[in-house]
């Protein structure tokens, strides 16, 4: 009898703390909610959802971000997933929509996983565009492509082509074997490689270091012992990239070394001379990256655009402004940021202080 | 060790009212109570349908924790259980996209679970020297390796025909009808291991493998069974979280071991076995979602919130032992 | 003939030798289908590559010994290797002993915690640590700031790892003077006796004076110092923190211990299995790519292997429980 007294107590427990926890700021919610509205005098919300924590290139768009909101007279939430994975992002984005915000730009660790997601979200009325990484078309507005994927294709062969000499085995070290914007690039030098000009360069392996410093140093030294003749390795990614640097520089090696990287964490190894192992490499300004992201966002936001093709919006004080939506290829549309850009030893110190 | 006397065996004694309500239990609905209403003065979005609407996503991880609890009750553990959400979920959509029938994906995906926990417990009760923390540190490597290759280079799969899925994720009015199932689970499991000889044996496992094996239990097929049970609930683990992302990918519920795990501690189960109860894991599950879900409303970095959740959780199994040695101590010097 | 027979018996009933004859059949199946694995430029990589399971290994087995586990290395690493990356980025300090010294130091209060918690606080080191896995890992994110230290901003640190005494590298010399100091701690010291009684027997061990609590608090501490130690290693090699570096890795160095002969459930296990243990991983970690398996199958292949190392391993030691049985009779 007592146990079952018990039992009942331990439910109307928990019964109450619900009602009294949810509930009654269900009620108080609602009034602080419209003080909060009173007081911001209808400030916006723009929120971005970041691909991982501590990752400097992730920090350095959300600067961006933030300050191009801030300059509109917006608030800019900055959400974190807790690891770099999707199902942290799906857990970060419904915590966005709880709070009503008015616009989500996310850097998507999965192009699908995210879908019901910001569909909830688009139900909600909440704006959504995509940056630095895509999610499907069904699941955005807008995506702000930081360079299109052929550019970074091209610029990226036609290193390989000239620090080789125009011919002899290159090699690619990768992040994961699944991750879409890196397949992408891959995919997109392997049909350029077909040119005439590239036919002397023969692609020995596609090497996948998971973005894990020391695994991308085990794959570095595969390749190098593998091939002994290699001449160059291409690493479009920053943790690679910076793997291999340290690698082939250590070891005084004659292959040199191509990618996309971090100006600020490749400084060491961008040179001319023997005792540097990358001669020159790109990457986009992520900075931009994240200014563009936020200017389309308050975009679409004010109604400006609704991330059809063909519309236009004005980006302030960024280069290629206005900027103009095109079609993606994929049943979305996207607008680039522009061309990749180049980093050698002339501009390194005075990119490495910025980002 | 304090002794394993604690907690199991006292709801076979009769205790007064105030005893019983000075249990491990009382104290986690009291924290959950703080915790809500600490989480509704922290932000005016912390309400009930928003709740209800985060919800889904940590539920998929209660499904794990109900069969872990009784794992940890035979004072075994069992780390694989997010690699089989992984593979689950894979081949559920793999098989999905091949056009059969809902009700036959569904099915497929929940033997798959019980599958991958079938090997579990087959390398566990027939190689009984082996821990089951490295055979099962083994098959999470092993059935996530699987299923990244299932999933090729493209390394995740979306759904083609949604539309079963999305039927999971729906809820009657504002509640989700996965909350509804997670409870009718929950209530189901809590009976069998208080009131049943199963759950007593269970019990009898974790205390004294040998002792029970003497008293006629069949340790090693009680064993088979709760590591193939696991296995199936993760298979039905996977099936939700496909609902709520439309697709699978080769990280999908990765650390999801850790998370059930520590909601069964924090609820007071022993990782030592033979102590705790269930109702204990429940009640903390929701009090770390409603942490989760309400500090994530003033979008505090989420290591912040891992940094508070470990801190809890190492306070929550200390603070009972420290009170106890401070008995022990007292009992000794009055001895004196 | 009798003594040779014995010899024989010998070999194969130590654990540790039917590891090296694996390793031996693995190395020769690597070598034959990747010739360049055998040579001794590979083998220095790879020891260089892996210093840090391996010096890990050996402190996670100290814990195993006493019958504990500690998942929280990783992040105890993480956040010490951070530290010292943005102490250096910031300027704070620029000399490698002081910076190894701050790591050890930060490695050293991250173990006794743990270890307090676990023996003091009574509660279960898989607990324990799991907590502060998650404390420690956060708490190498907030000191990031969000960024990394790279090699730029590492200064000379990061040419610790590049010097070389008499042709081998100086984080392998760390690596060899770790294990021979925890070989004779294990071999010839009361404190190496400690550990394996209180693993055996932990009652038994408190009756004949031993303060078991003490001891398995040495052996949090002692893994936390190492993990500090790596920290630094770690970000000295690769030239670069980040704050989710080796992230999960302590499941390897568990995965190194138990391949090795180590028990879980304490009391059994060597330096040397350790040891070997951690080559093996080291070895298929090196040689997949060598060797052109599949990215996408490596998983697979490495938890094959664990497991049927691990299933091997009980099959031949109740094979030799029975031989040994039979004799009796006999």
């Known amino acids: 009898m007592k146990k079952r007294i018990f039992s009942v107590l331990l439910c109307m427990a928990m019964m109450a703390s619900l009602l009294v926890g949810c509930g009654s700021s269900n009620d108080g919610g609602d009034d602080a909610k419209s003080e909060d509205g009173g007081s911001d005098s209808g400030k916006k919300v723009y929120a971005m959802v970041a691909k991982q924590a501590g990752n400097p290139f992730m920090e350095k768009m959300a600067e961006g971000f933030t300050e191009v909101v801030e300059a509109a007279g917006g608030e800019a939430i900055i959400k974190y997933p807790e690891e770099g994975k999707a199902d942290h992002q799906i857990t970060a984005i419904q915590s966005l929509i709880s709070q009503g915000v008015d616009s989500i730009s996310v850097a998507a660790n999965d192009e699908n996983a995210l879908q019901p997601a910001l569909e909830d979200a688009m139900a909600e009325g909440i704006k959504v565009n995509c940056l630095d990484s895509k999610v499907n078309a069904d699941s955005r507005q807008l995506f702000v492509n930081q360079a299109g994927v052929d550019e970074i294709g091209q610029a990226l062969m036609d290193a390989v082509l000239d620090i080789s000499g125009g011919e002899g085995q290159w090699a690619i070290l990768s992040a994961t074997s699944q991750a879409t914007n890196q397949n992408a690039w891959i995919d997109s030098m392997k049909e350029i490689m077909e040119g005439d000009e590239y036919s002397k360069l023969e692609l020995v392996e596609v090497a996948y270091g998971d973005d894990e410093p020391q695994k991308s140093t085990d794959q570095t030294q595969a390749l190098l012992s593998k091939y002994p003749d290699l001449k160059v390795i291409c690493a479009p990614t920053t943790v690679g990239i910076m793997a291999a640097g340290k690698v082939l520089q250590d070891e005084g090696s004659a292959t040199k070394l191509t990618g996309l990287g971090l100006p600020s964490e490749m400084a060491a190894y961008i040179g001319d001379g023997d005792d540097s192992s990358c001669p020159y490499m790109f990457l986009w300004n992520p900075i931009d990256l994240g200014r563009l992201g936020a200017y389309s966002a308050i975009a679409l936001v004010n109604g400006d655009i609704e991330g059809a093709e063909g519309e236009t919006f004005d980006a302030g004080d960024m280069e290629n402004s206005p900027y103009t939506i095109t079609d993606a290829g994929d049943g979305g549309t996207e607008v680039i940021l522009g061309q990749p850009f180049k980093f050698d030893p002339s501009n390194i110190d005075e990119w490495k202080e910025v980002y | 060790m304090a002794g394993k006397s604690g907690r199991t065996i006292a709801h076979t004694q009769n205790k007064s009212l105030l005893k019983r309500l000075m249990c491990w239990e009382s104290m986690l609905v009291i924290l959950f109570i703080i915790v809500n209403i600490y989480c509704s003065s922290l932000s005016s979005t912390y309400q009930i349908n928003n709740v209800l609407r985060e919800m889904p996503k940590y539920l998929t991880e209660v499904f794990l924790l109900l069969p872990m609890a009784y794992i940890l009750v035979m004072g075994d553990i069992d780390i694989s259980v997010g690699s089989i959400v992984c593979l689950s979920a894979t081949v559920a959509c793999i098989l999905g996209n091949k056009g059969l029938p809902f009700g036959l994906v569904l099915l497929v995906g929940l033997l798959t679970g019980a599958l991958c926990g079938l090997i579990n417990g087959i390398i566990v009760t027939k190689f009984t020297e082996l821990p089951p923390m490295i055979v099962t540190l083994g098959t999470q490597i092993l059935f996530r390796g699987i299923a990244e290759i299932a999933l090729g280079s493209g390394g995740s799969i979306s759904l083609e025909h949604a539309e079963g899925f999305r039927m999971l994720a729906g809820r009657v009015g504002r509640i989700p009808y996965i909350l509804f199932l997670v409870l009718i689970l929950a209530v189901i499991y809590i009976i069998i291991l208080s009131k049943t000889t199963f759950g007593r044996k269970l019990y009898a496992i974790g205390s004294n493998k040998l002792a029970a094996y003497y008293a006629g239990v069949k340790v090693q097929k009680i064993r088979l069974i709760v590591f193939t049970l696991t296995g199936l609930m993760a298979g039905l683990s996977a099936l939700f979280l496909t609902a709520l992302q439309y697709g699978v990918n080769t990280t999908t519920a990765s650390g999801f071991e850790m998370n059930a795990i520590s909601m069964a501690v924090f609820g007071g189960i022993s990782t030592a076995g033979g102590k705790g109860r269930l109702q204990g894991g429940v009640i903390a599950a929701f009090i770390i979602i409603s942490l989760r879900v309400g500090l994530g409303q003033i979008n505090l970095n989420p290591q912040v919130i891992l940094i508070i959740l470990g801190a809890l959780l190492i306070l929550a199994v200390m603070a009972p032992n420290i009170v106890e040695q401070f008995k022990l101590m007292k009992k000794r010097s009055s001895v004196k | ?330």
């Open chain 3, 1 to 330: 003939m009798k003594n040779s027979k014995s010899i024989l018996k010998k070999l194969t009933a130590s654990r540790e030798v039917s590891l090296i004859i694996v390793l031996v059949i693995l190395c020769v199946a690597i070598g034959l289908r990747s010739p360049s694995f055998l040579t001794l430029k590979s083998i220095a990589d790879m020891f260089k590559n892996n210093v840090v399971t391996m010096i890990m290994a050996v402190g996670m087995l100290g814990v195993l010994l006493v019958g504990g586990i500690d998942i929280s290395i990783a992040s105890t690493l993480a956040f010490s290797g951070m530290a010292v990356g943005m102490l250096l980025k910031r300027g704070v300090i620029t000399s490698t002993p002081l910076a190894i010294l701050i790591a050890v130091g930060i490695g050293l209060v991250c173990g006794l915690l743990v270890g307090l918690v676990v023996a003091k606080g009574n509660v279960a080191p898989i607990i324990a640590s799991m907590g502060f896995m998650y404390i420690y890992r956060g708490l190498a994110y907030v000191i990031s700031n969000n960024e990394w230290a790279s090699a730029d901003s590492l200064g000379d640190f990061k040419n610790f790892a590049l010097g070389k005494i008499l042709g081998i590298n100086n984080v392998v010399w760390i690596m060899i003077l770790i294990y021979i100091a925890f070989f004779i701690l294990m071999k010839w010291t009361t404190l190496g006796r400690k550990l394996y009684a209180v693993g055996s027997n932990r009652e038994a061990a408190e009756i004949s004076g031993i303060n078991a609590s003490n001891v398995i608090l040495f052996s949090h501490t002692m893994m936390g110092v190492l993990a500090g130690l790596c920290g630094a290693l770690a970000v000295s090699i690769y030239a670069s923190a980040q704050a989710n570096m080796l992230y999960g890795k302590e499941m390897d160095v568990i995965a190194a211990c138990v391949i090795g002969g180590v028990s879980m459930t304490g009391g059994r296990g060597s330096v040397l299995g350790a040891f070997l243990g951690a080559l093996i991983l080291a070895i298929i970690a090196k040689a997949l790519p060598l060797v052109g398996i599949e990215a996408i199958a490596q998983n697979t292949v490495k938890g094959v292997i664990i497991l049927v190392v691990i299933i091997l391993n009980v099959l031949t030691q109740r094979s030799m429980d029975k031989n040994s049985l039979k004799e009796r009779e006999l």
